[in-house]
């Protein structure tokens, strides 16, 4: 994971082969996410974001069809393994929740600007099986954050003509 200021990801661009780890302390590389399926990646601007916490909820929601269209979902916050434990049971998050092993997992996407000083973006990004990235939206709002609509586009047009 680099620890600088990189740009926000492109659509058709590929994904970098990030490296956080889930709250357990284990390492997580996306590389080995893919090959037979997505991975979909929501950062959370933080634990205790109501608005966040509602796109979490509806992301869940949704995620069995996600896996029904081979794509799996993954947390990422800017908090610490302890706090990211706790939200995880707190919520009872069923997916993977990841860290940064250095720095945010945010700065591994390019979501690294800040509104006041404090105020950490949050977004998406939708890797297809392959490394591309077929869907990177990012935020300082959270409210802006979560583009349900752009990743539902991105899904159907990764499934190909007719979702085949």
């Known amino acids: 994971m680099s620890k600088g200021h990189i740009a926000m990801l492109t659509t058709g661009s590929a994904a970098p082969d990030m490296q956080l780890e889930d709250t357990a302390g284990n390492t997580w590389r996306l590389s080995d996410q893919l090959g037979t399926h997505g991975a979909l990646l929501f950062f959370v601007r933080s634990t205790s974001c109501p608005i966040c916490n509602r796109h979490v909820r509806d992301l869940l929601a949704q995620r069995g069809g996600f896996e029904a269209d081979d794509v799996r979902l993954y947390l990422a916050i800017p908090e610490a393994h302890d706090a990211g434990r706790a939200w995880r049971t707190q919520h009872r998050i069923t997916v993977p929740v990841l860290v940064g092993s250095a720095g945010s997992p945010h700065q591994s996407v390019g979501l690294t600007r800040r509104l006041f000083g404090s105020m950490q973006q949050s977004g ?20 802006n954050s979560y583009d349900k609509k752009g990743i539902q586009a991105a899904i159907r047009a990764m499934r190909g003509p007719a979702g085949t």
């Open 124 to 143: 998406s990004v939708l890797v297809d099986p392959g490394g591309i990235v077929r869907h990177a939206h990012g935020a300082t709002m959270p409210v």
